[in-house]
């Protein structure tokens, strides 16, 4: 049983996955109704994922969709064709080991880092795009003061880390997520004490620190 000094508890610890790498080429959907626009606003996006997973594993930097791209993983098995970036998260104590990765090496472009935490309610997240797209197709990535247990979500016929029991993730993220709302993660709830006191908290991988939030 381990236990962490907020005296969350659980006895189901698991090790970080590896995750397998997305395609290099990106197929095209065969579905008739979706717009040639969000056909290469998709491509693109499924490029950054999979240039996003191969900079976090080359780092074994843990890590797993969240937001509106874990809800696209777990309810529509493809990315939502409205979203407007990807999210990952990682752990806070992973932190200072990405911002010292060498994007470029990826072909990856800083677009804005923000260093939040404790004080400001946003916290530690970073936004970086491909080089050779716009700046407009991003992924955030956040730096969580809790890590949860991880299993594994399909998307395209590839596995993503996501969290143990994602319903339920989702669930303290957008209340009835089975029903598309266009609705957002609140940023304070998801990156802070909301989050870690939700009934969630049976889920922490206490092998990481749960850090003290000030929201």
């Known amino acids: 049983m381990l236990k962490n000094m907020f005296g969350l508890v659980n006895n189901t610890p698991s090790v970080p996955l590896k995750t397998p790498q997305q395609p290099k080429k990106i197929t095209k959907s065969s579905d008739s ?49 409205n979203d ?34 404790p004080y400001y309610y946003s916290g530690n997240y970073m936004c970086l795009y491909l080089e050779d797209e716009s700046p407009d197709y991003y992924c955030d990535i956040y730096a969580n003061p809790a890590f949860p247990i991880l299993t594994v979500g399909e998307m395209g016929n590839n596995l993503y880390p996501v969290p143990k029991e994602p319903e339920l993730y989702l669930k303290q993220l957008y209340g009835n997520w089975m029903v598309p709302s266009g609705g957002h993660a609140d940023a304070v709830y998801h990156r802070n004490n909301g989050l870690i006191f939700s009934d969630y908290k049976k889920n922490w991988d206490l092998r990481y620190n749960i850090y003290k939030c000030n929201f």
């Open 84 to 117: 407007t970036d990807i999210d990952i998260t990682i752990h806070l104590s992973r932190w200072e080991k990405l911002t010292n990765v060498d994007y470029s090496k990826y072909g990856l472009v800083l677009k804005r880092k923000y260093d939040g935490f």
């Open 33 to 81: 109704t979706i717009s040639t626009e969000k056909e290469d606003k998709m491509t693109i996006y499924y490029k950054l994922l999979e240039t996003m997973c191969s900079m976090l594993d080359d780092n074994q930097i843990p890590f797993y969709l969240d937001c509106g791209t874990l809800l696209g993983c777990i309810r529509e098995k493809r990315l939502l064709l």
